[in-house]
Each structure stands twice: as structure tokens, then as C-alpha cells.
């Protein structure tokens, strides 16, 4: 659009113009003017003023007002005095609505009126809710006056102002779409008219949608040792297009617990959280229940994981009644549990590694019993040898060692294979017995029994000593630190045995000081006196005793001192005396009784 074309149509159609006096000529109907082939105006206007009269009548197609138009005033003035044709001119636009649209296409026939070239917004797609920034573009930058351009769109998740305003001089406006979070995937088309011309730019608005996605939706821990703790995990993923929130996890069943997810949480698109599941039984027997998570997951507001394991009994413990059998016998043993036996009781297998030793194949353990007894049936046996039963349950063994002699021969059973005397005072003894037993069937001589460590001592036994079969002795052995600190040692007793020459028994303690007590006393300096006092003397008498002792040394400057002579469960009383530069003493203070501890 060039300002010359229309500079050219003044010259062609209009030599020279003024406002008409009187009747309305249709040739200037457009314009509102009367034209008339002259060489000047009435009242002498210049024609070039009229010219910005012209200019935004014809890009409005109908009178401007001289607010609107600018420096059309001056012709305004003019056509003041005589103006029918603008009366005639205003009502025929209005009894004519079409005269708008004539003067757009006239517009648009000089090349005046731009069209829509283009319709942009810097994003095809938007998820959830968001504000889309759009531009709208047209032919021709408007002269003198912006240009409006219609706007709308074909879908109510997405909003647009119903128009903008492309500033004269300018080829681009820009607006902005909102659109709303949507939970199908839908399309809005938006759409820009102006000079006759519409563009369309359509926007694909995703769904918003929360979901979880559960790496396993049950799990089974299978068989599992009452007491015993089982974990595994179930990863939380947020998988959808939204925010996931999930409010709160609970667990229900015996022995189920979760952690390792602190509720609520919220998970964004592909983010995801670990949830540790605990079994823990603590009873034998099968078990079940449930995770359930509460969320704002589009697909349902509950989640549920299915919980199973089983309880586990299994053997603890394998022991009997003795551990050294010399010639044929029995020993009563006793397989023990790790909790109490479910309905049914719980059947443990028996194995003997020895073929001189015979026990059951398996032995039950009774419903609510932790433990039951069975028998090992020992035979003579013509060399020392060793034989190990097992207890086995769930896939757990127990051992139990026994020593079996043969008939006749001397052996010595000892009660303990080490002593431990834990923490004693220095110079203070602690005493331990262990038992000396003859348990072959010939006598025992025990020739000598040595003592080694530091504050380690026995007594009881002299050797050498022989003692018939099942005939015992006793040995006291003492524990006597002189300084604090661990200890350890050991007796060595050399015998006849068939087990061995010398059987060794470990021995420890731990040797600790005993603890030190003291009395803090403090007190007040005597005030109103114009006596200079030295110091002060502190007197003690031990429980209920009279007498006192001054316990100072020297003369005590301070209104405080530490009594470091005291016992643990005696009792003291206290007082104290100043003393004055001069040498003299004041009258007793109060008395104080202390008890110790």
C-alpha cells in the first residue's frame, strides 16, 4: 500500500475541492464531500490540509469525527456553517447498515485494508493447564489507524480474547491462549479474521492425568524364620501426566510391616519411590495381608498389594546329657525349638554320625512346645571315638558332639572348658568352682593341676589324687586382681585320661579400681566485722563420734574444700572456723552430716 496511489487519485478525480453550501451531490457520498471543478477552496482552505481530511475517511468508509480524524478540524469548521450533505450522509449510514462492509471492500478494492497472512503460538501442544503465547500477523501494516482482528476458539479448554489490535505502522499483535488441564486428549482450533481473510493454528491439549504404577501388585516372602525379619520392595512410580499424591500407605496381617516412604508424597511424571515391605513372624503357619495406598491416581484412588509368607520354626539348640559316655549307655538328649511348635507339632530329623551311637529318625515337637526329648543309645565301643547327632528342621542343623571311651579305661569329664570371672575390684577375690569327674570305667589319677595368669589361684584339690569311676572332686579357682585391666590364664590338670595326657580349662577376668568418694564443701564468708579474716579451719568427726579433727593442713584461704579421706558407707559431720589475722579463732559454724555414698 503506497501513499502515492492515493496522492494520484486526488489528482485524477479531484482537481480542486471544498465543502458544499447546499444540496448534496451523490458523486461525493463516500467521502462526505461536495466536489466542484475549481481553483480554490471556500474560505481559502489549502488542499493539501484537506488531504488528512480524505485519508482516514476513506480507511473508515464512513465521516470520522475531528477527535478521531485528527487534523481534519480545520474542515470541520469550514463545513460548519452550511452543512446539510453531513446530516443527509449520517443519516443514510444508518439507515443503511451494509455501507460498512461496502466501504471495507472499497478499502480493500484501493489496496488500504491488510488482511490475515498468518496465526502462530509458540507451542502445537500444551499438558495440564498453561498459557500459550500466540501472534497474529497480517499483509499490510494498517496506516494511520490500527486494525482489528476477530479471534476465536473452537474448543472451551482453551480461551482467547474475542479480538487484538494490530497498531498502525505494525504487521503483528500478540495474545495469549489459556488453556485449561484436560483429562482426554482433545484438539482446540484457533481462528483470526480480519480484511476479509482467516488463519487457524490448532493446539493439541494431552491429557492431565495422575497415575501410580506398582513394580509388582502382590508379593510372597515364602517361608521365612519366626523372629526373623524378611524385606523386600515395591517401587511406586508416578506414570502419568500429572503431579501423584499419595496420601497415606497401610499394611494389615500378622508380621507385615512397610517403610521407607514418608506419607504424603508427591511424585512428579516419572519419578518414583522405593516402599520396603517387612515380614516378620512371630509365630510358625502361613500368613497374608495387605498394602493399601491412597492417591489422587486418575484410574482409582486405592492401590493394593497382596502380602503372603509363611512362619518358620526351625531347631535352636541340640544338647544331651552328657557329652562323654564310656561302655554301653544311654544319654537322654533334647532338640529345642526357636518358638513354640503350630497345630500339628513340628517334626525334627535325627542323624548320628556314628553307628555306635543310634537315635529315632525324627522326633516331634508337640503343638505350643518349643522343646522334646528322644534317647542315644550308645554301644561299647573297643577305641575312643567321637560321634555327632543332628537336629535338623526347616533347613536348620543343630550338632551335638559325644565322646565315646571304651569299658575299663580310665577318662576325666570336666564341668566347664573355660571360666570367665568378668569384672572384679583389685584386691578383692572372686571364686569359681569346677567339677572333676571320673567317668571311665577304671580309676583316674590325676597327677598334677597348674595354675597360669596374673591374679589367677586354685584350691580344693591336692594331686596327685585318684578317683574311682563316677567318683568327682571339686576345684576352687580364685580370681584376685592387684591392677586394673583384663587378665587371662589357664589350668592345666595332667591325668591318666584316655582323652588325653592334660586337659587345659581357659580361664579370664578383668581387674577394675575400685571407686573413689570425696565431700565438696563450700561456705560463706562471714560479713559485718571488722575483724581481717586469714582463712579458715575445717573440722571432721567420723559417725556419730564427738570428737573432731581438724582435716586442713594448712590454714584454708578459700570458702571451699575437698575432703578426699572419706569412706564408702561411713558417715561425717563438719564444721568450720575462721580465723583472723591475729590468730583467733571464731565460735564453730553450723555442722553438716554427710553419709557416704
Known amino acids: 500500500m503506497k501513499i502515492p496511489c492515493v496522492s494520484s487519485l486526488f489528482r485524477q478525480a479531484i482537481p480542486t475541492f471544498h465543502a458544499a453550501d447546499s444540496g448534496f451531490n451523490p458523486e461525493g457520498k463516500e467521502a462526505g464531500l461536495a466536489f466542484r471543478p475549481a481553483t480554490a477552496l471556500r474560505g481559502g482552505v489549502n488542499p493539501l490540509l484537506l488531504l488528512f481530511v480524505f485519508l482516514p475517511l476513506a480507511f473508515s468508509g464512513a465521516p470520522r469525527s475531528a477527535a478521531e480524524a485528527g487534523g481534519a478540524s480545520v474542515a470541520a469548521q469550514a463545513a460548519t456553517p452550511h452543512s446539510p450533505w453531513a446530516e443527509r450522509n449520517a443519516s443514510s449510514s444508518e439507515s443503511n447498515p451494509s455501507s460498512g462492509q461496502d466501504a471495507a471492500r472499497k478499502r480493500r478494492k484501493l489496496g488500504l485494508l491488510p488482511q490475515v497472512s498468518q496465526l502462530s503460538c509458540s507451542s502445537a501442544s500444551e499438558t495440564g493447564a498453561a498459557s500459550d503465547s500466540c501472534t497474529v500477523t497480517l499483509s499490510a501494516a494498517p496506516l494511520l489507524v490500527s486494525e482489528t482482528v476477530q479471534l476465536m476458539s473452537s474448543n472451551s479448554a482453551v480461551t482467547v480474547p474475542s479480538s487484538v489490535s494490530v497498531p498502525a505502522g505494525s504487521t503483528s499483535a500478540n495474545f495469549t491462549a489459556a488453556a485449561a488441564a484436560v483429562t482426554t486428549t482433545q484438539t482446540a482450533t484457533l481462528t483470526a479474521s ?4 482467516s488463519k487457524t493454528f490448532a493446539i493439541q491439549l494431552n491429557a492431565w492425568i495422575p497415575a501410580l504404577t506398582l513394580s509388582a501388585s502382590s508379593i510372597n516372602f515364602g517361608s521365612v524364620v519366626v523372629n526373623t525379619s524378611s524385606t523386600l520392595y515395591v517401587k511406586l512410580t508416578s506414570s502419568g501426566t500429572a503431579p501423584l499424591t499419595i496420601s497415606s500407605g497401610s499394611v494389615t496381617g500378622t508380621g507385615f510391616t512397610i ?12 519419578q518414583s519411590a522405593t516402599l520396603s515391605v517387612i515380614f516378620d513372624p512371630a509365630r510358625a503357619g502361613s500368613n497374608s495381608g495387605t498394602v493399601t495406598l491412597s492417591s ?8 493394593t498389594i497382596g502380602l503372603s509368607g509363611t512362619g518358620l ?23 529345642t525349638l526357636n518358638a513354640a511348635a503350630p497345630s500339628g507339632g513340628v517334626s525334627v530329623g535325627l542323624a548320628s554320625s556314628n553307628s555306635a551311637v543310634t537315635v529315632p529318625s525324627t522326633v516331634v515337637v508337640p503343638a505350643g512346645a518349643t522343646s522334646a526329648g528322644f534317647t542315644a543309645s550308645v554301644s561299647a565301643v573297643s577305641s575312643a571315638q567321637t560321634a555327632t ?10 550338632a551335638y558332639s559325644i565322646q565315646l571311651n571304651p569299658a575299663g579305661v580310665p577318662t576325666l569329664r570336666v564341668s566347664a572348658v573355660s571360666i570367665a570371672f568378668g569384672d572384679v575390684s583389685e584386691n578383692t577375690t572372686a571364686t569359681q568352682s569346677l567339677t572333676l569327674t571320673s567317668s571311665g570305667g577304671a580309676a583316674l589319677t590325676i597327677s598334677s593341676i597348674a595354675i597360669s595368669g596374673a ?11 585318684t578317683l574311682n569311676p563316677n567318683q568327682t572332686a571339686t576345684l576352687e579357682v580364685q580370681f584376685d586382681p592387684t591392677t586394673a585391666g583384663s587378665a587371662s590364664g589357664a589350668i592345666a590338670i595332667s591325668s591318666n585320661s584316655s582323652t588325653g595326657g592334660t586337659t587345659t ?14 565431700v565438696d564443701l563450700s561456705w560463706d564468708a562471714p560479713t559485718g566485722s571488722s575483724v581481717t579474716i586469714s582463712g579458715y579451719n575445717i573440722y571432721r568427726a567420723v559417725g556419730g563420734s564427738s570428737s573432731y579433727q581438724k582435716i586442713n593442713p594448712s590454714l584454708d584461704a578459700q570458702t571451699a574444700y575437698t575432703d578426699t579421706t572419706v569412706s564408702n558407707g561411713d558417715s561425717y559431720n563438719y564444721y568450720v572456723e575462721s580465723v583472723s589475722s591475729s590468730g583467733g579463732s571464731s565460735v564453730p559454724s553450723n555442722t553438716l552430716n554427710i553419709s557416704v555414698p
Do not use: M, W
Not at 259 to 270: C, D, E, R
Not at 315 to 334: H, P
Not at 389 to 398: D, I, N, Q
Not at 505 to 518: D, E, N, R, V
Open 194 to 197: 480480519a480484511g476479509g481473510a
Open 259 to 270: 517403610s521407607g516412604v514418608a506419607f504424603p508424597v508427591t511424585l512428579n511424571p516419572g
Open 296 to 303: 489422587n491416581a486418575h484410574a482409582g484412588n486405592t492401590s
Open 313 to 335: 520354626v526351625v531347631v535352636r539348640a541340640l544338647s544331651c546329657s552328657s557329652a562323654t559316655e564310656t561302655g554301653a549307655a544311654s544319654d537322654g538328649c533334647t532338640v
Open 389 to 398: 547327632l543332628t537336629a535338623t528342621t526347616g533347613g536348620v542343623s543343630k
Open 455 to 465: 591374679g589367677f589361684s586354685k584350691s580344693g584339690v591336692s594331686t596327685p589324687i
Open 505 to 518: 580349662i581357659g580361664l579370664s577376668g578383668t581387674g577394675t579400681s575400685p571407686t573413689a568418694y570425696q
